[in-house]
């Protein structure tokens, strides 16, 4: 099976600032790389896919980066409403897998 | 609209056995990647199983092989989950998901608000 590894578990930043959150995989998984947010009590949302693609009504200072194993995702100016877990998640093969999740707090 | 809407969770003893059920709308079911995906409390996303369009292609987690069944049932627009022999370590809250388009199987763009399971003497 793929191991994910996010990283950081937790971070704090103040509105305004730019947030990057990485995510390894334990082999290649070319760009088959999804990232998604949940805020408490709440469903998850995908908000890209295939390693860098937005989905559609994701605001743009949301940003994907990377292939094979390293991948980035990038807030780039931090939102109140942003305050939320992130998880990375590869679809490249059966059993799909998720990284712990990074929680982000707004100071 | 698509519209996810799961049912069938509640309290079942260890060894027990529940089936979830997942009523899709908005989008052509028959067509798309179905997915189950679970998170006990206080912990991360855990993909569960996945079947394809037509019912013939399923895969799941080494932590259900075996035990879990996903199945669905075009006539209805419905997504199903049986388990069985559930143990502690099952308890958590189950989100069926949607494909993102039709072939892509890994990947979802709408869940459910999910079904509360607890396995629990």
């Known amino acids: 099976d793929i191991q994910m590894t996010q990283s950081p578990s937790s971070l704090s930043a103040s509105v305004g600032d730019r947030v990057t959150i990485t995510c390894r995989a334990s082999q290649s998984i070319t760009s088959s790389l999804n990232w998604c947010q949940q805020k408490p009590g709440k469903a998850p949302k995908l908000l890209i896919f295939?390693?860098?693609t937005l989905q559609g009504g994701v605001p743009s200072r949301f940003s994907g980066s990377g292939s094979g194993t390293e991948f980035t995702l990038t807030i780039s100016s931090l939102q109140p409403e942003d305050s939320a877990t992130y998880y990375c998640q590869q679809s490249y093969s059966a059993p799909l897998t998720f990284g712990g999740g990074t929680k982000v707090e707004i100071k | 609209e698509v519209q996810l809407v799961e049912s069938g969770g509640g309290l079942v003893q260890p060894g027990g056995s529940l089936r979830l059920s997942c009523a899709a709308s908005?989008?052509?079911?028959?067509?798309?990647?179905m997915h189950w995906v679970r998170q006990a409390p206080g912990k991360g996303l855990e993909w569960v199983s996945r079947i394809d369009g037509d019912g013939t292609t399923t895969h799941y987690a080494d932590s259900v092989k075996g035990r879990f069944t996903i199945s669905r049932d075009q006539a209805k627009n419905t997504l199903y989950l049986q388990m069985n022999s559930l143990r502690a370590e099952d308890t958590a809250m189950y989100y069926c998901?949607?494909?993102?388009?039709?072939?892509?199987?890994?990947?979802?763009?709408?869940w459910g608000l999910g079904t509360l399971v607890t396995v629990s003497s």
């Open positions: 998901g949607k494909g993102l388009r039709v072939g892509v199987s890994g990947t979802v763009d709408y």
């Open positions: 908005g989008f052509t079911f028959s067509s798309y990647w």
């Open positions: 295939a390693a860098s």
